[in-house]
């Protein structure tokens, strides 16, 4: 069974830190992509980064989330990290993880992705 389970959320303040975990399970972490989503109230999925496999390792942010956000993965504990830095109140959403084999062809749009988790909440305030 693939799971895909993304933690670490809460209440932040404007201008300060957080960081989520991804853990996987039922992939063969090495060679899978993981890349992070977020969905806002009332707006569509948003791709905001992706690492590729780890003999890829390509690495991708979108313009909303470059210079603050760093994505990592830790193979010993077959988890992916999103240091999510500097955070504003835009940030606000539900951030999920998903996989794809290799490489992150499909994290920009994310409609490529072939798993999925289930959320942890991000609550930014100003």
């Known amino acids: 069974e693939v799971q895909l389970q993304a933690s670490g959320g809460g209440s932040v303040q404007a201008g300060g830190s957080l960081r989520l975990s991804c853990t996987v399970s039922?992939?063969?972490?090495?060679?899978?992509?993981i890349g992070w989503l977020r969905q806002a109230p009332g707006k569509e999925r948003e791709g905001i980064s992706c690492v590729g496999s780890s003999s890829d390792g390509n690495i991708h942010y979108s313009d909303s989330v470059k210079g603050r956000f760093i994505i990592s993965r830790d193979s010993a504990r077959s988890t992916v990290y999103l240091q999510m830095n500097s955070v504003k109140p835009e940030d606000t959403a539900v951030y999920f993880c998903?996989?794809?084999?290799?490489?992150?062809?499909?994290?920009?749009?994310?409609?490529?992705?072939?798993?999925w988790g289930r959320g942890t909440l991000v609550t930014v305030s100003s």
């Open positions: 039922g992939l063969p972490f090495e060679d899978t992509a």
């Open positions: 998903a996989a794809d084999p290799y490489y992150c062809s499909g994290w920009d749009p994310p409609v490529g992705y072939d798993y």
